[in-house]
């Protein structure tokens, strides 16, 4: 996880090097990042699972650079499995650099950019290759939602599930996405909102003091729009309509049905933790029946069509767009709805 002074791996470029066995994926890598950061060997199948440094490239910004095995690596069950593994990078990568021969065969699986690397080519003109890229650009978190000179609350609940000393990263971000577009950031817990409410352009919220929120603004008789943290993130990473649908499938649950409930980071699970247990407290009480959870994190979504009738993921703020949205579009190919979680939290707070 990133430290408060390090750039989020979710909002870095990942650019993932490919190839071969023996290509000389490892090597080239440890040339760009200037340290050694893969174990080089000319024993083939060194390199097993992807490898992951965090650096800065010149004119592209904060980047995450990825060594993975060679993709003619699959013999036997265990080289099945890194073949599989180097291949799922390609679901968070932005640019891929292709070392060595046999790119004809793979091309045809990588949807973006790619650039081959020869025996003969600079790194340095690799590092000028790769700035050169464009690449498609996530909308803002606020955009269209606030504008310089606005005035924007965040609501920021200090709960047992809140981290001690240090807010949690969508606060962050949202935080610095308001000082970056010279908005005006008030933060505040629901206690204090009525306070300093009255001439904000936006309420953003943590989905789970959402009906706080909202009492409040009828109590001020304020019609000011209220978003969550969770919102800001499916509007930037996801799908929203696909949320919809998944939102509405919802009702549709069954008693003992199964329900994917998926975050993109690991931590350690606490009392009244949001994803093990306020996320199946809301959908019981929206579906109004028992319902039977399976809980993933980190890189594992263990989509089914079989197993699950809906899969509820996190806002995504340890992801990037591309494994979100490579999620959603895994769910729709299974045929199971997905939902995003600040959304179930939401809808659970304004039914009564």
Known sequence: MSTLNETPSSNRIH?????????????????????????????????????????????????????????????????????????????????????????????????????EYKRDDSVEELRKRISAVRIEREIGLLEGLAFSGD?????????????????????????????DNHIIAMVCQPEELSRIVCDATLVITDAQAYSKVRKVLEEVNSNIRVISFSELFARQKGDLDEYRKGLEAIFNLKEGDKVLVAEGCTHHRQCDDIGS???????????????????????????????????????????????VKSRIAKAKEASVPIVNYGMVLSTAATTA
């Open 151 to 179: 005035k924007v609350v965040l609501v920021c609940p200090i709960d047992s599930s809140a981290p001690k000393g240090r807010l949690i990263l969508p606060q962050v971000q949202v935080l610095r996405e308001c000082l």
């Open 15 to 115: 650019i993932a090097f490919l190839g071969l066995r023996n290509a000389g994926k490892s090597t080239l890598v440890n040339k760009f990042c200037e340290q050694e950061v893969a174990i080089v060997s000319d024993i083939p199948g060194t390199t097993t699972d992807p490898v992951s440094k965090a650096i800065e490239i010149p004119f592209l910004g904060p980047c995450v650079v990825i060594d993975t095995a060679g993709l003619d690596d699959d013999e036997g069950e265990l080289g099945a499995l890194r073949v599989k593994r180097s291949l799922d990078v390609l679901s968070k990568t932005d640019i891929v650099v292709w070392v060595g021969e046999g790119l004809e065969n793979w091309r045809g699986r990588i949807a973006v950019p790619i650039i």
């Open 277 to 323: 247990v306020k996320i199946p407290r809301a959908l019981e009480k929206l579906s109004g029946v028992k319902l039977q959870f399976v809980f993933a994190s980190g890189a594992d979504f263990p989509i089914d069509k079989d197993a699950f009738k809906l899969a509820v993921h996190c806002g995504g703020c340890m992801l990037t767009a591309r494994t």
